[in-house]
């Protein structure tokens, strides 16, 4: 059996170069260069008929040393986008902003640039308005948010993102993510009426007095006010392997008499310290 040869063709890389013949120092004279830079990829880019949503930025910094004079530092630094682009005045912002930021050690002498290609988005417009927030718009608002706040806070949760619930048991514990750009089978949003608990923080502590196992009367904003509805309790821990980080607690959906009508509240004791509190009010 005599098969043919078929030649396969490596996959194309999208990185476009350049070496300074004399190493620059200030922003400006870098952001030249990356301009065209980009340029030039999203144009391959777009001859391809294709989009990337990872953008790879490297310089190569010229330092010298008395006793190396051949070594030398780089800065990497790569943005993962929730969206396909080639739009190149998004790119370009992007690594604007994150240049304005960094204070280099050293004169810049080469860059590359790095564009990890996709399919291009494919969407339907919308006939009477944009989509809002545009994706690209909204990046580099979070980009400039992730400037000011920074990217994450002292215990490694996200700064800027749409939060999601992490999959525990423990109250008010989420993580934070990207945005995305996500298309659902009916290409409709889909929106939920719950009803919606606006948090106390701190939680409000309290007084609960209790009757036949449930909640009679609650102190709050200094009043003794009786309790017209109760439902629970709902028991949960956690964390019982490390006693500092240790939590149980009972919660309550009650309803409370107030001079403005009913309103509904969510309580619950720390087991562990024995106190009570007022959580929220549902809205």
Known sequence: MIRGLLPIEPPERFIESYEFDDPVETVESLTFV??????RLCTKLLSNSLATNELRLTLQLEVRQHNDPGCDERYDHSWKLPFPTEDRNVLFALINLDLQRQNFSAPIKRVVVEAVPIKPRRAQGNLFAPPTPEAEKLEITLSRIRGIVGNTDASTLGC???PK????????????ETFSTVSTSTGKAEWAEPLTLRVFRPALE???????AKPHFVHLWRRHR???AASGPWSSSGTWWNRARAWAREEWDIALKTQAGTGLYRIY?????GQWFVEGMFD
């Open 34 to 39: 990356l301009n065209r830079l980009l340029h």
């Open 160 to 162: 800027a993102g749409t």
């Open 165 to 176: 619930i992490a999959d525990t048991y423990k109250p008010d514990s989420f993580t934070i």
């Open 226 to 228: 009786r309790v017209i």
């Open 206 to 212: 309290t007084v609960v007095e209790i009757t036949d």
């Open 269 to 273: 004791r720390d087991e562990i310290g």
